[in-house]
């Protein structure tokens, strides 16, 4: 029965893509505590970059890596511009930042490359056939790659002074302030990671179906039910919900047709807040 | 007299706290109860709860005769069971009128219908709300406030308008949340004097107090909660003697 | 020129229906709504698919206002324990997957093709077809925003207010807080339903990729630049908004640097822009909102 590895091939990829992004939103979350209406778009921009930096025969790792960082540095730099001024106003405000974000990404991205749609220049590889299981070298390149990026930064949250600060100032911003923690060092640390790990997101994604300015918006409902069903501020909660949510779209093919996968998506998310109006697995607080 | 409210074998649990703990207190009809108790005892919850805003997870509330527990907040304050908030919630941007014109119940103003409607109706009973209003006011004496932003009134004054706005719907039970608390003592004085013209006009008080001198003078009964357990009810005389209550305190407050 | 100037004002119009819903969710109620668009797309099928059947326009805008206004409700009663930040994200969510059911369903709504035909069915004797349309669009506006400001400063303007500063008083007074948070929902709905009538029946074309999260975006800078809860002030803001992107596509003629769809871009990016300015601006250090 090929279809079953089919299946699961295909729910490993999406998990991969979601995870990054998703965890940038739970971080964002936890922390600053508003939802990020606009990690999509960096995931969109941060594809772009690397496609820029591909073109001047950057191999793609590199060209993502490096895409990465100044997404970062351009969110960082939108949020000391701006968000800053906001931190004191509540959730609404950075909200409505964000959505003002979003749309000025993404027509920004539209602005520079056109509507057009683009591709990484990817050579065609034979793809590794084993039990049934098909996977291209790019596809096996990603999921590595995000695997290793998650452990990294779950590792960095755990036993870094850095992760230390940030899970003490999400946990009781007050206290972490008393203990000499500097908030701004940590939001302005998460910010630069959210860009990062939104930007990785995206260039996954690209290489999985083609760049457009709608890239990232196109995945923002799986990328919040994920968020909420690994429960708002844990990045181990994004990479298992991530798996989950994937898994069940891609087995509820059998069933939907496939442009609803997001629609279902939806579903989940809402599931879950009616459910657990405080999200499935805990509130608030960064876990590793 | 009767018991206007009776709460019988009422249980709270928070996590690993029971806030209150097989809870049994009754009010009679057009008293003033105190009810006392040390820091964390569970006051406010079961104040709470009583007001629909919590729900038990065991026990019986009957008001009236009849069992509330199980009512949402807005149908227990339309059964005539009102309630302040320790710290004040006056509804900042709107005026001290208005946040007592916002009370009287079943205004037709208050109906989606009137909106259509000519606005004649409505007009006339603003007008009666309004007087109302004003006359609530000057029972608790911010009359002279009543055209400015609730926000800008000081602590003392925004503890008058928490009882302005439960004395505007006439309910036949008010609980009292700390009413003098964090109140220089003449405004204690004058918000005494409101509280007992309140009593003499027929509503009945439950009252949740810290400052001993206000629920002697105003109290015919006191009842003692500790840990969520009513430990002790009687006059505040048997109440100053009992050693048990004493205790409670002692152990659970520093001098 | 003049004809530029006509399809501006209609689109002022409909966006206005919108805006003053959403003023009475958000602005007055507090209700963050991120997804008014939503309504606004049901609104736009449901006379599409009415109109074309047969039904004049104006049942077809009472129908567009029912059944918008319902499925406003089912959201609001869906969603009463939400706080604030999690509104925002079921808000926006809830648009997209309207949206994504108006692109899979062919059957009823020829998926990714939308509708084309829809007719336009109202002609006052005397005055072209658009102007006509404005005429009367522009006296329904009238009409919703009539109501609005009556519904503003009458007592029940008062208690959706009080349940913006605070829901738990309200409830406290023995009103009944999630009646009204649905009421307030469904009246938004309703209008921005309306506003999605008059759309399809003004551009007689409609697919699922007018439905984007753009519109949304639009009224709540409409409302925010109006300062929320000013129904006045929700029409002058959507003014602002409306020449702001429909006003600039004037400047193509002029502008030779940039093609289409960069101008259009430039546009989106100036509108984001201006969002975020008001937004540091009404909610930076020392101020209020």
Redesign the interface.
Known sequence: MDELQIYLVSALVSAAIWTLPAAAISLI?GVL???N?AIPEFMTLGAYLALLLCGFSVPLWLSALLAAVLTGLIALAVDQT?FR??R??G???P???S??????????V??IW??DVHQYPIELARPFVFAGFIVTPTQAAMIGAVAVILVFGIAALRWTSFGRAVRATSTNPELAVVTGIRPEVVYGGIIFASGFLAAIGGVALATETSLTPLLG?RV??PL??VA?LGGLGSVTGAALAALLLATVSEFSLLLL?V??K??LA??V??LV??VR?TGLIRTGGIER | MSNLLEIAGLNKRFGGLQAVDRCELSVREGSITGLIGPNGAGKTTLFSII?G?TKPDSGQIRFGGRRIEGL????V??RGL??T?QIP?E????SVL?NL???P?G?F????L???LP?AR?RQ??QVNEAAAREVLETVGLAEKADIAAARLSGGQKKLLELA?CLM?RPRLMLLDEPTAGVNPTLIRHLMKVMQKVHASGITLLIIEHNMNVIMELCERVVVLDRGHVIAAGTPAEIQQNKQVLDAYLGGVDA | MTAYLVAILIFAVIYGFVALGLNIQWGLTGL?N?GQVAFFAVGAYCAALTTQAGLPLLPALVLAALVSGSLGGAVAL??P??????L???T???S??VR??F??EKWLAGGPDGIAGIPRPVTIPGLDSETSFLVIAAVLLAVAFW?SQ??AH???G??L??IR??E??????????LTYKT?AFV?GAALAGIGGALFASYLTYISPDMF???IS?YV??AV?LGRQGSTLGTLAGTAVVAVLLEGTRLLKDYITV?DG??L???R??A??????II??V????GR??
């Not at chain 3, 324990?81 to 999690?86: G, Q």
């Not at chain 3, 738990?168 to 807080?177: F, L």
């Not at chain 3, 509108?271 to 975020?276: C, H, P, R, V």
């Open positions: 979350y505590r508003y939802p209406f701006i001024f906001v004191a106003a959730t609404l405000p909200v409505l930042l959505l003002g974000l979003m749309l000025f990404l993404q027509n920004g539209r602005f056109g509507n918006w923002l409902i919040f039910a909420i047709p442009t609803y997001t629609a939806f579903l998310l809402a807040l009616l109006p | 007001s805003f949402g907040a807005y149908e304050a339309r009102r309630r908030f919630r509804l900042k941007e709107m208005e014109m916002l009370v119940e205004q103003g208050d109906r989606l009137s909106v259509l606005g409505v009973e603003e706005r719907s | 963050i991120l869906f969603t324990r939400l706080r604030e930040d999690y925002a994200i079921v926006l969510g809830f997209e997957f994504l059911i692109l899979n109501f009556r519904l009458f007592p029940i008062r208690t207010r009080a500063e605070d738990t008083v309200v409830a406290s007074i023995g009103k009944p807080t009421l009246l984007g999260p753009n975006i709540l800078a925010l940039v769809v960069q259009a871009a430039l989106l990016m509108l984001g822009l201006a969002l975020m937004v540091a009404r909610y930076g250090p209020r909102a």
